[in-house]
């Protein structure tokens, strides 16, 4: 331990500098350094889940890339049907980063019960269809059986389910639109298997998932015709780079749309998030730098007889800063200390408890979401001690203006 460090440590542990006059003013420094890396521990965190969360639901119903036909969907909600036989499936193996590919198909319809009636939008999948997804959502079942031969087993969400008074184990009918055809209604009698709640209220209120041959079969479809592929992406912040990918790789009369851009409006509302994270990041760190600022200054004013001393002793004016400097960094190591043991305990108890909730409605999730990345919580207290020290550079320049004449002679 070198002189300065010596007597910064002396500085902040004697009990004459605890019952100073600066003795209040450092506490509220440490106190500031604290609250602001909680805020942004918790902005950071609660921002960045959110955003993971979001895309997962997202993800979970459409995949990261939709491949479909040009032409849209048909007046009965179905899909232009395209054929599986082709170059990219079941494995996109000319574009890298692509771990999963599976076909599905969609056809609109209206459940009717004794009571209520609700219109849906039945989601057809097939063997090939990656379940991990929707299992973390499922409360209630299992999920449906697509290996045997047709059945009628269905996985509905917990909204549905309510709405029309159904439950684990009720059968429904339901009737398709045959648009294209000018027929009447084509009726399909499901099972729920499954009961799942993603609280992303726009799927909750309008999915149920069941197998695509209903679908092949009420279309008209042989079992190589599907309504679109869904592809699943490594990395979603190359998501845009993916997509450029597909479709070059992909022949002519079929699209690629990523689902940043077939959801835009809610990818968009997400990079606010982006923006209301660096505001925080930007405001704690001017409030804690500035308070750091002023209980330098006080402390520099009250020991401005101790810098005279050091002085006429022959130390120059950069080494009487490092003290200064040096007792200013064991104060924000100390707030960071108390910042960060609160800052993630509060995370593990949101993680664990679920204590904050949200409405789905506006948020798409139940309850805040919550990302622990050591990562950022390092670079985030490095962020702080650097920047602090750098600033605190300029009041400590005030040194250099003390006389140790004028300071001792005040003795």
Known sequence: M???????KRLITTKEYKSSISAPIIKIAIAAIALGIIMMIVSIATGTGLQQKIRQKVSAFNGHIIISNFNGNESDGSDEPVSINQTFYPKFKSVKGINHIQAVATKLGIIRTENEFEGITYKGVGKDYNWSFLKEYLVEGRIPNLSSNLNQEILISEYLANRLSLKLGSSFNTFFLNGKENKLPKSRRFKIVGIYNSGFQEFDAAYIIGDIRHIQKLNNWNVNQAGSFEVFVDDFNKINERGEQVYKEIPSTLNAQTIVEKYYYIFDWLKL?????IIILIVMIIVSTINMVVALLVIILERSQMIGILKSLGANNWTIRKIFLYNSFYLIT????????????????QKNLEIVKLNPESYYVNTAPVDINIGYIILLNLGTVIIC???LLIPSYIITKISPAKTIRFD
């Open 273 to 277: 998030f982006d923006f209301n994270i």
């Open 334 to 349: 100390r707030g960071l200390l108390w910042g960060n043991t609160i800052g993630i305990g509060l995370l593990l108890l």
């Open 389 to 391: 020290l750098l600033v």
């Open 2 to 8: 070198n002189l300065e460090h010596f007597i910064a």
